[in-house]
């Protein structure tokens, strides 16, 4: 389903695009601290808890950003066989309750527990419990918030694209509906 976008939609999904763009290029930087690390412990015999830490760093960071991507892009994990079989109108009306009942509730009550415990790892200046572990732990728990921040966004653009598709509100910049474009074709 191809839906209208808005002004707000444009602006807030060339911005997670980017960020998603720059992003994908931790995977390359966790393989190299991979490769790294198994050389290391295995041909010299010298292990250290700093990559394995930071693998888990890089990972999570990974994930968190390409969260909003994934939603973006739409390549997000869906139900496909029963969704692609439905009218155009009844996708769009599932994806905003989903988006109303079940997204914007998870991501509010993440965003709502996330932020304290990110706080308090700053101001304590959290480090690693391991010996030899990394410092400055809030920094990766500072991904959750800005990883769920990015989702929300990513959300409230979606949901502007719905809006739109369903009710005509905001005007969309384009409309690139597949009922559209088949209405034209049929013409």
Same mark, same amino acid.
Do not use: C
């Given at each position: 389903?191809?839906?209208?976008?808005?002004?707000?939609? $444009?602006?807030?999904?060339?911005?997670?695009?980017?960020?998603?763009?720059?992003?994908?290029?931790?995977?390359?930087?966790?393989?190299?601290?991979?490769?790294?690390?198994?050389?290391?412990?295995?041909? *010299?015999?010298?292990?250290? #808890?700093?990559?394995?830490?930071?693998?888990?760093?890089?990972?999570?960071?990974?994930?968190?950003?390409?969260?909003?991507? $994934?939603?973006?892009?739409?390549?997000?994990?869906?139900?496909?066989?029963?969704?692609?079989?439905?009218?155009?109108?009844?996708?769009?009306?599932?994806?905003?309750?989903?988006?109303?009942?079940?997204?914007?509730?998870?991501?509010?009550? #993440?965003?709502? *527990?996330?932020?304290? *415990?990110?706080?308090?790892?700053?101001?304590?200046?959290?480090?690693?419990?391991?010996?030899?572990?990394?410092?400055?732990?809030?920094?990766?728990?500072?991904?959750?918030?800005?990883?769920?921040?990015?989702?929300?966004?990513?959300?409230?653009?979606?949901?502007?694209?719905?809006?739109?598709?369903?009710?005509?509100?905001?005007?969309?910049?384009?409309?690139?509906?597949?009922?559209?474009?088949?209405?034209?074709?049929?013409?």
């Amino acid at each position: 389903m191809e839906l209208p976008e808005t002004r707000f939609s $444009a602006r807030i999904e060339k911005v997670i695009n980017r960020i998603g763009e720059l992003s994908a290029w931790v995977w390359l930087l966790l393989m190299a601290v991979i490769v790294t690390n198994v050389v290391m412990r295995y041909l *010299f015999g010298m292990g250290r #808890i700093e990559f394995e830490e930071i693998q888990w760093h890089l990972y999570a960071a990974g994930f968190l950003l390409a969260l909003s991507y $994934a939603y973006v892009s739409d390549s997000h994990v869906r139900v496909d066989v029963v969704r692609v079989q439905l009218p155009v109108q009844i996708q769009a009306w599932i994806e905003l309750y989903g988006i109303l009942l079940l997204l914007l509730p998870f991501i509010s009550l #993440i965003l709502i *527990f996330v932020m304290p *415990f990110v706080s308090y790892s700053f101001s304590t200046n959290e480090i690693s419990e391991a010996p030899g572990g990394l410092p400055y732990r809030w920094v990766i728990k500072s991904f959750l918030a800005t990883g769920f921040i990015l989702l929300l966004g990513a959300t409230l653009a979606r949901l502007s694209k719905i809006w739109s598709f369903l009710f005509g509100w905001p005007n969309a910049l384009t409309t690139h509906t597949k009922a559209n474009s088949s209405t034209r074709e049929n013409s």
